[in-house]
C-alpha cells in the first residue's frame, strides 16, 4: 500500500481544481520551480506556507493531510492509520512553526534591545 506524500496530495488537489503549477507559485508569490519542489517533496514545508496552500485550494489543512484518492476513486484506507498520520503531520507542522515563531521573537527582543540603548 502506497502512502501519498504531502506534495502528491496537493499535487492531486491542485489538479483537481484544474490549477496549474504557475498558478500556484503566483498566488504564493513564488517561483514555479520553488512550487514544484513542494510537490515534489524537494523541501520542507512550513506550517503558515501549508495554510496559504489550503486557501488557494479552498479546503483545510487537514483536509490536505487526510487526502485520499482512493478514497475519491474506489478503495478504503484504514482510519487509524490516517488519524494516527494527521497528528505526526499536524505535530511536526506546529513544531516548526512555533520555532519559527521563538526565532521571529527573538530577533524582535534584540531590536528592541538595540532601540532601548540608542534612547537610555
Known amino acids: 500500500m502506497s502512502m501519498l ?4 496530495k496537493i499535487k492531486k488537489l491542485r489538479e483537481l481544481r484544474n490549477y496549474t503549477q504557475e498558478y500556484m507559485a503566483e498566488k504564493l508569490s513564488m517561483s514555479a520551480n ?8 524537494e523541501t ?3 506550517y503558515s506556507r501549508m495554510q496559504q496552500i489550503s486557501e488557494i485550494l479552498e479546503v483545510s489543512v487537514s483536509e490536505i493531510i487526510n487526502f485520499d484518492d482512493k478514497a475519491i476513486f474506489g478503495s478504503k484506507a484504514s482510519h487509524e492509520s490516517s488519524k494516527r ?3 505526526d503531520y499536524e505535530r511536526t507542522f ?3 512553526e512555533i520555532n519559527h515563531l521563538k ?12 532601540f532601548k540603548k540608542k534612547m537610555g
Open 34 to 41: 520553488g512550487y514544484g519542489k513542494i510537490e515534489r517533496d
Open 103 to 114: 526565532q521571529e521573537n527573538s530577533y524582535l527582543k534584540e531590536i528592541i534591545d538595540i
Open 94 to 96: 506546529y513544531e516548526q
Open 85 to 87: 498520520e494527521l497528528q
Open 5 to 8: 506524500t504531502i506534495g502528491m
Open 44 to 46: 520542507d514545508i512550513s
